[in-house]
């Protein structure tokens, strides 16, 4: 393999869909696409190296509609919700969000999301790139609770950094320093509708503005701008840096099918003996009780910085592969590279070392506890 080749190009055409801010994000400068849930998605402005401080030190606008919200609504919706993730949803009131997962019969991850609960019955799924619509209306239509699953008029827009709350202070005023991290509320921006929440894929400070008027998303896209032009905003995408070293982790590149959640670290966040069914239940119940085979954790190693991967690549313990690398990248502030590798449980300590098998060749590493840097949560008094 060429380590140094660049990435093919993508076409862009009908087939696939444009976000309400695709050509907000042209003007600004937007020059890599991926494609994700079946939309284009900006990935870089053209340095990612600016986006990343943009992202850690200042404050960034980002256009993930690509985070296609699933509503689940009608008389049965909260049961529907419980039958889909091991996560108690009693526990979240209207206006709250919650981190959850969905599981096949064998608990392995169907995918990960951001829980919104508008009403008592009305709910908003914002899941990892993958097809939840489509499992979330087989299960619907299987089942012979009442409720509706639909994609709405809603697309997310990210103002991400240490510097959101005082652009986010700007277009909402004192709500914006008010709602608490994983909260949020249904506003009006210049009569635009949106929902205002206090989540994000940063590891940073931050706000979803989740435009529920798709014709109005350039105008939203420029209020942010100018209310952010004093603060030097910068245009920017996902970080993988950032993401990494926050261990927000990536569906299909870090949580797959193969994965269950003690893999990946979220049994915190479940509630396994729910007085509820749920898909998986019986299989979640039997891995808790006997415990994991493997564990996702992270690697620290020196050496130049590396080009992110294409594919998982072998970790190897004692000369044998015992894992497998799911992502990999240089810190910009820890100054070496990181990795999030997959391994048995025997071999997933911090302080185990490990071999990576990169394509610029294997570099010695070492496990270490995720995350590199917690979430920032609590806004500062200024």
């Not at 239509?141 to 202070?169: F, I, K, Y």
């Not at 080009?307 to 970790?315: I, M």
């Not at 240089?330 to 394509?359: C, F, K, M, W």
């Amino acid at each position: 393999m060429n380590a140094t080749r660049n990435p093919p190009l993508i076409t862009i055409g009908p087939r696939v869909r444009k976000s309400p801010f695709y050509e907000a994000t042209l003007a600004a400068g937007a020059s890599v696409f991926t494609i994700y849930n079946h939309m284009y998605m900006p990935s870089s402005y053209g340095d990612t190296l600016a986006e990343y401080w943009s992202i850690v030190e200042g404050v960034s606008l980002w256009d993930v509609s690509a985070e296609r919200q699933i509503e689940i609504s009608g008389p049965d919706a909260a049961a529907f919700v419980q039958l889909l993730t091991p996560r108690d949803i009693n526990n979240c009131p209207v206006g709250r969000c919650r981190y959850v997962i969905f599981l096949d019969e064998n608990a392995g991850i169907v995918n990960d999301a951001v829980l919104f609960r508008l009403e008592e019955n009305r709910f908003w799924l914002s899941p990892g790139d993958g097809d939840v619509l489509l499992w979330a209306k087989a299960a619907a239509a299987m089942s012979p609770l009442n409720v509706t699953v639909h994609e709405p008029d809603a697309s997310p827009l990210q103002l991400q950094g240490p510097l959101a709350p005082r652009v986010a202070h700007k277009l909402f005023g004192d709500l914006a320093l008010e709602l608490g991290y994983y909260q949020f509320q249904e506003v009006t921006l210049q009569g635009i509708p949106l929902v205002l929440s206090r989540t994000g894929w940063s590891g940073e400070l931050g706000y979803e503005l989740i435009l529920q008027d798709s014709q109005r998303g350039t105008e939203l896209w420029e209020l942010c701008m100018a209310a952010g032009a004093e603060f030097d905003i910068k245009p920017a995408c996902p970080s993988l840096a950032r993401s990494m070293e926050g261990g927000l982790l990536s569906y299909c590149s870090d949580i797959t099918l193969e994965d269950n959640p003690f893999t990946i670290g979220m049994d915190r966040l479940l509630d396994i003996d729910k007085p509820y069914d749920y898909v998986g239940k019986a299989a979640l119940q039997k891995i808790a009780e006997h415990g994991t085979r493997r564990r996702l954790v992270g690697a620290n190693f020196q050496g130049d910085p590396v080009r992110p991967n294409e594919h998982f690549l072998p970790v190897r313990v004692a000369g044998e592969v015992a894992g497998h690398l799911t992502r990999c990248v240089y810190s910009p502030r820890l100054q070496h590279n990181i990795a999030l590798v997959n391994l048995p449980v025997e071999y997933a300590a911090p302080g185990t070392l490990i071999e990576l098998d990169l394509p610029e060749g294997q570099r010695s590493a070492e496990v270490v506890a995720l995350p590199w840097f917690p979430a920032e949560k609590k806004i500062p008094a200024w």
